[in-house]
């Protein structure tokens, strides 16, 4: 799979800065929390020779999770790149999060690579794979992005190797269940009294060989006797898998025909399937033991890596435009080519600054360029909050990480990774380009946050860091959304989930020195006439010198929903004055925006003014927008005012067996379910109108109720009537001073 010679020290760890793609692979794990990928990147890692101890995730002392609030949480909560090196290629192995609140960090991860690990647990996956590394899995097979399955914790009680490869192979085979075979085959020693039978080795099923780590040392035997027979077929299972899913016709007929074919052509064929996509290998891995040097199953691991999975050279190029939209010709894999890079991840570092993570697609990026920065200013939803921001800059410092080190490199090549300390604004998902020939790559997707975390500065001192250190969470993140609802008056920061929010509240404290205080999201209410009524503002005022007059009557019908507030003059006999006409108006649509009975916007009414009173000497404008607020109150006063409250249209799509408790659970919310649709994989589409207050927590809630196979979207469909015994605990919360919905 490419050259493998032409790399130069230079980087963190010992990995090399590669100067030519053929010389890297890029390389995401995937899986759920706990599933074991952080400790089996510290394996890769020790077993390369980039550590020389390996640390562990229970000690905070991993060369992945080396944020503050990872270390305190003992879990990884954002991407992080180790570099090592293996064979003469430079493997840059992307650790991502494994809880749903943290996908987009997976998104970018899925981004940088070209291939993927998936890391299952054998003691988690007791039966089927976690919704979430599934619905990752699809998004790399749209992509033809080829994969490998790792299984860890084999040495977990009452687990199971053959278990776990039929449960992978039912998960991620879809029609063709022999894409997904195992290379090795787990060897076992003799079980404790705990129940528990550690790994001590595995046999290579195209070597023939056992591969011994009982002695700490990685050494090669030959199968024992009772051995053959279940070594024979699994063997004969792979290679027809291989031989299928390579294509190779010529290879299958001699196979068919009994011919014994040779370990390296079937090498070269395993090879050709990895990188088509086709074929999913199933290996196994567990750390190294106290004291050696490497862990079961890393060094086949790093095999595979380095002569199974593509380059860079191979990975389709994204979709270039101009910054104006104009379709461009896509980036070619050359170091010579013109710059095309991306910030695919964006950190704040407490000394360094801002610190970008950028993966170049086609040139070469070298310190002190002048390059062009262009984003696309979309917040999660693909909504553009803010306009497509350029920037000419110079390119500071390039480093490759290691957990918290920093080594400088000279360049970066087309499909490497590195780090840009200071790159101006930069911001996730920002395209660099040459100033001269500006390009934008297209933005990848990102789930829509849909939690709201409602926040305010803790004090005066916090006040005017809040909203720098908001902003700049934002631009770190794309999964994050920032609202100013102007409604209500509350800063909104939505997440995808409560994990999410924690972190985004510990990062402002830890990074930003902002303390805020969480309060309770309010709904945007509305207000509106029950029926029809009268109201006479009289404003009449003398207290020596100049004094105010002013007496208007009028008239209050409710509207249609979305008509607003309309203004109608009907008076006649100029009994108010033309110049004063416009004052009233004022003074009622100002004492709508404030409301009357709970203090929300009033609409949805026609206001006509009837008749009126002036004084030649006392009248004004400013008394006649006094008097037109008057009488709005006072025909408030007349009727019941109706409290309306926003309704979402909600999708939701789950796996058909849950679809029974989510319909109940939406009728639970006031729901009504207004149709379903069969979706593709077993899924079923749910479509319902909600009010917003029922759904402010369904990203947990959901989540909870279809165990995390479940997602959903929503948007504002319109406002409706609140049932009157919810409004009357609506304005008994408002009188009260609590926030209420």
Known sequence: MGDKAHAHPGAAGGAPAADRPSAVRNVVLVGPSGSGKTTLVEALALTAGALNRAGRVEDGATVSDYDEIEQRRR?????????????????????????????????AGLRAADAALF?????????????????????????????????????TARTSFDDMTRICAENFGGDDPDAVLPLYLPVLGPEGADGHAPLTGLTGLLSRRILDHSSGERTELPPAPEQEEPLRAARNRLIEGIIAESEDESLMDRYLDGEDIDVATLIADLERAVARGSFHPVLTAAPAAEGARQGIGTVELLELITRGFPTPLERTPPVVTTPSGKPRP????????????????????????????????????????????????????????????????????????????????????AGDLACVARLG????????????????????????????????????????????????????????RLEQNPDTGQVVLWCLGEAHQEVALERLRSRYGVQVDAEPHRVPLRETFAGR??????????????????????????????SGIEFVDKVVGGAVPRQFIPSVEKGIR?????????????????????????????????????????????AAADTRIQLLEPVCEVSVQVPDDYVGPVMSDLSGRRGRVVGTEQGAGGRTLVRAEVPEIEVGRYAVDLRSLSHGTGRFDRTYARHEAMPPRIADRVRTESANGSPGA
């Open 75 to 107: 879990r990884s909560v954002q991407l992080s790149l180790v570099p090592v090196a293996w064979d003469g290629c430079k493997i840059n192995l992307l650790d991502t999060p494994g809880y749903a609140d943290f996908v987009g960090e997976l998104r």
């Open 119 to 155: 890391v299952v647990s054998a003691a988690q996956e007791a039966q089927s794979v976690a919704a979430t590394t599934r619905a990752a899995w699809e998004e790399c097979a749209l992509v033809g992005m080829p994969r490998a399955i790792v299984v860890t914790h084999l040495d």
């Open 330 to 413: 896509a980036p070619v894999c050359d170091p010579d080519g013109p710059l095309v890079a991306e910030v695919v991840k964006t950190s704040s570092d407490p000394y360094v600054g801002r610190v970008s993570l950028v993966r170049v697609f086609s040139g070469t990026l070298r310190p002190d360029d002048s390059v062009h920065l262009c984003g696309h200013g979309l917040d999660a939803t693909g909504h553009a909050p803010r306009p497509c921001h350029e920037a000419e800059i110079r390119v500071g410092a390039l480093t490759s990480p290691f957990g918290r080190r920093q080594n400088a490199l000279d360049r970066c090549v």
């Open 425 to 480: 604004e930069a911001e996730t998902g920002d395209t660099l380009s040459p100033a001269d020939d500006p390009v934008l790559i297209e933005p990848w997707s990102t789930p829509d946050p849909l939690l709201p975390l409602a926040v305010r500065a803790h004090g005066k001192a916090d006040e005017d860091k809040l909203s720098q250190g908001l902003a700049r969470l934002v631009a770190e993140d794309p999964t994050l």
């Open 533 to 562: 009524a009268a109201g006479r503002g009289r404003h009449v005022k003398q207290s020596g010198g100049h004094g105010q007059f002013a007496i208007c009557e009028i008239e209050v019908e409710p509207l249609p929903p979305g």
């Open 590 to 634: 100002a004492q709508a925006a404030k409301g009357l009975a709970a203090g929300h916007p009033l609409v949805d009414v026609r206001v006509t003014l009837l008749d009126g009173k002036a004084h030649s000497v006392d009248s004004s404008d400013a008394a006649f927008q006094t008097a037109g607020a008057l009488a709005l109150r006072e």
